[in-house]
């Protein structure tokens, strides 16, 4: 007999652990399964709930278990086999089952309170050939009916929203109402997709003829396609070396093994022309998963999922764990990007849940980059991951040359400009020729801080440690961490000296300083300011696609996979701004993103050009994305890694306490570390503040931990769980983020 149900409870409570017995009512005793959302009561509250278990023995008391309330949905969440997987990432990740759960189903999905979509359409009911006998008496006596009946009279197999039909012939609504009521219509309703396809209502396309590389490739991994046994490919391929077409390619093998496909993309409303292309190739078969969509969007893409009816989900870093039918394979594109680490609970890497997903359902992963993370590359390196590459560009394009700009002798002679004479003179030629141009900035706003010259005082945020930043066009200093807005002092808050200023450059300053050196061009910008509102990446990259922008201005987003062949420049503006960053990946960051904003150039018939002015001319990671030169990247950086002892070497946890009272955070920290200082870490850095010690009015103080063994890691996160976290009763939060991706 199935008597008790073990759930996940979703209550915001300190205790490390909210799974609990529960009885099952016996109206539910038939349909309850795992992986069903219930409310279950605790304390006062009726949360929301996951059943994990089944079963005919409890060890909780007869008299203290309290039964389970009602369904949320009599519909199945997840299989064993996801709940493994979350399993899984919980023990990982050290976070809360319920937070894994939560991360992978949409809460508009399990919440249950968000209405599936219909459309009610209208068709024939009567037979067809009494239409003429309805007509003869419906002529004289009801003309609108009448209008009807003869529309589908004409178009006897046609089915209509009530509102075109009404429309389109202009009679009332009641006319159907009738015709219905008479028998001789009927509605019909049906659900539907809250995402049009239309939007993307391209043109099927074939497939190409794969190059020799390619070919190499796909034959590479569709051999192992059918071995029960796990592979992660390394597909390491330069910009434009047609890795895209790789995958779909891949994806149509799957498919046609009746099986379905993952494609995870770092943001995918970034990369409508990637979307664009798979649409072309699988249309219908296509679901996407984004943080851009509504609740209703998700919803309906997650059921086309659940259902089968999408074999193939494009996402983001959650898409991960969409519940795709007979999983066949994973692939991830643009592998090295930050945004598949999520940076709040739980802090999980998509790329290594991807890992353990493939494992556990004994299918391959495809892991793509022109610029692998150095963790990947190094695991293809030790024969961990497998490495497959595509080493020149499709029809054997140059890679663009890169010029790089020593910015101090540019002052020297006299240029106080934000840019360079070259930069400035290639900019012309290229609004000459009637090319477009990029320029990239990896900050957004008019200025990066404002400072006193009298006393040096920075204005820094009221609720957060860090500086704020000027807005130009809403005169506003603003946080980029919390949002908060100040308006800009005229005097210096500090000294009172009216020497106050804005110092270093955003995208909003570029974008101004571009429009007086070239006031002819259409200059256009794309951050985080200009794209808030849904549909506008597509917006300005429909734009650039259609010429109508000379020159494009932007962050990160311009440096995206845009592939557009009359692009003929790519400038950047400094490379210093992620170099200075006290990070150990900034020296990697600054290569991938320099190698990708140079990628986007030189992709049609004209040769591009890309130009990086900097004050570090010598830095290797500049050198390197200078001469397109991985290897010289990975040996300079894996060397200082295993130097100063960090990953790949080393496997790394950060544990941040979080309090508004700085002295409770501090506290916590060095009983943590107490607790944590005789375990078998190779090194414990901390606690100290955090780099960033205040973020939206709270304090954070850090410690680091760095194992030369993982199981050592694994080891001292149980303990945590079940030991140290379990027995806790305080509000102080404590961030535990594995294998951070970033030390701020
Ligand atoms: P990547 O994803 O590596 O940047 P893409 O797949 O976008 O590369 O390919 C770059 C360009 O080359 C695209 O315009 C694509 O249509 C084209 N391309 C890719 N594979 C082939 C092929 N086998 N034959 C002809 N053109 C190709
Ligand atoms: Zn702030
Ligand atoms: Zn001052």
Redesign the pocket.
């Known amino acids: 007999m199935n008597k008790y149900a073990e759930v996940a409870v979703d209550v915001p409570v300190t205790k490390f652990d909210k799974v609990y017995d529960y009885k099952i009512p016996a109206d539910m005793k038939d349909k309850l399964q795992i992986g069903m959302a219930v409310r279950v009561p605790f304390g006062k509250l009726k949360p929301s709930s996951f059943v994990l278990n089944i079963k005919e023995t409890t060890k909780v008391q007869e008299d203290k278990i309290k039964t389970i309330d009602s369904f949320i949905s009599e519909e199945k969440f997840f299989e064993k086999k996801d709940l493994h997987l979350y399993r899984w990432v919980s023990d990982y990740y050290c976070t809360l089952l319920i937070n894994v759960i939560k991360a992978a189903v949409p809460t508009a999905v399990y919440r249950g309170n968000i209405k599936k979509k219909t459309v009610k359409k209208v068709y024939l009911k009567a037979p067809e050939d009494e239409i003429k006998m309805i007509l003869n008496k419906l002529k004289n006596r009801a003309p609108s009916q009448y209008k009807v009946m003869k529309f589908f009279q004409e178009h006897p197999n046609t089915k209509l929203r009530v509102r075109d039909l009404v429309g389109n012939l202009e009679v009332y609504r009641g006319a159907v109402d009738s015709l219905v009521d008479k028998n001789f219509l009927d509605f019909e309703t049906n659900v539907i997709r809250r995402i049009a396809d239309r939007d993307f209502d391209s043109q099927l396309v074939e497939d190409?003829?794969?190059?020799p590389s390619?070919k190499k490739v796909l034959n590479k991994i569709n051999k192992g396609f059918l071995d029960k046994k796990s592979v992660t490919y390394l597909l390491h391929?330069v910009?434009?070396?047609?890795?895209?077409?790789v995958y779909m390619q891949l994806i149509r093998n799957v498919l046609e093994n009746k099986k379905g496909a993952i494609l995870l993309v770092p943001e995918i409303s970034l990369t409508p022309l990637m979307v664009k292309r798979f649409y072309s190739r699988f249309k219908g078969k296509i679901a996407v998963l984004h943080s851009a969509l509504s609740s209703g969007e998700r919803y309906d893409e997650w059921r086309r999922i659940k259902k089968g009816d999408a074999q193939i989900v494009i996402g983001a870093r959650s898409a991960i764990f969409a519940p795709v039918k007979n999983l066949g394979l994973i692939i991830i594109d643009e592998e090295h990007e930050n945004s598949y680490k999520q940076s709040t609970h739980p802090y999980y890497h998509a790329r290594e849940v991807a890992k353990k997903r493939a494992e556990i359902n004994n299918i391959d992963l495809v892991l793509g980059s022109?610029t692998p993370s150095l963790e990947s590359y190094y695991k293809a390196k030790t024969g961990v991951y497998q490495y497959l590459s595509?080493p020149v560009r499709?029809e054997n394009k140059e890679m663009p040359p890169v010029k790089i700009i020593n910015m101090t002798e540019e002052l020297k002679k006299g240029n106080p400009s934000i840019f360079s004479m070259y930069l400035q003179n290639n900019l012309q030629k290229t609004l000459k020729n009637d090319e477009q141009a990029i320029l990239f900035l990896n900050r957004r706003g008019y200025s990066n801080f404002v400072l006193c010259r009298s006393c040096g005082q920075v204005i820094k945020c009221d609720e957060c440690d860090i500086s704020m930043t000027y807005h130009q066009n809403r005169d506003k200093l603003i946080c980029h961490y919390c949002g908060n807005t100040k308006d800009m002092p005229k005097y210096c808050p500090n000294c009172s000296s009216k020497y106050i200023k804005d110092f270093g450059i955003g995208t909003e300053r570029i974008e101004k300083e571009v429009n007086k050196l070239f006031p002819e061009a259409v200059v256009s910008r794309m951050d985080y300011d200009t794209t808030t509102k849904k549909g506008a990446h597509r917006k300005i990259l429909n734009k650039l696609e259609n010429n109508e922008i000379d020159i494009l201005v932007g962050t990160q987003m311009v440096a995206k996979?845009h592939?557009y062949p009359n692009i003929s420049l790519v400038g950047v503006v400094t490379a210093d701004t992620i170099i200075n960053l006290p990070d150990f990946r900034s020296a990697e960051r600054t290569f991938q993103l320099l190698t990708q904003v140079a990628g986007r150039t030189g992709?049609g018939k004209k040769v591009g050009n890309v130009v990086i002015q900097t004050y570090n001319p010598d830095h290797y990671s500049v050198l390197a994305a200078k001469e397109h030169d991985y290897q010289y990247f990975f040996k300079k950086e894996i060397r200082l890694r295993k130097a100063l002892n960090y990953p790949p070497f080393i496997h790394l946890i950060k544990i941040t306490t979080v309090h508004q009272n700085k002295n409770k955070a501090e506290k916590a920290a060095r009983k943590l570390y107490n607790y944590l200082k005789d375990c078998k870490a190779k090194k414990i850095i901390g606690p100290s503040p955090a780099p960033i010690e205040r973020i939206r009015g709270e304090y954070r103080v850090q410690i680091l931990l760095k194992f030369a063994i993982i199981e050592e890691r694994k080891k001292l996160l149980v303990d945590l769980k079940e030991g140290f976290l379990k027995k806790l009763s305080t509000n102080v939060k404590y961030n535990i983020d594995v294998d951070p991706i970033s030390m701020l």
Do not use: C, F, N, V
Request: glycine fraction near 22%; aromatic fraction near 0%; proline fraction near 5%.
């Open positions: 190409l003829t794969p190059t390619q391929g910009t434009g070396s047609g890795k895209t077409e022109a595509l499709i996979g592939d992709r």
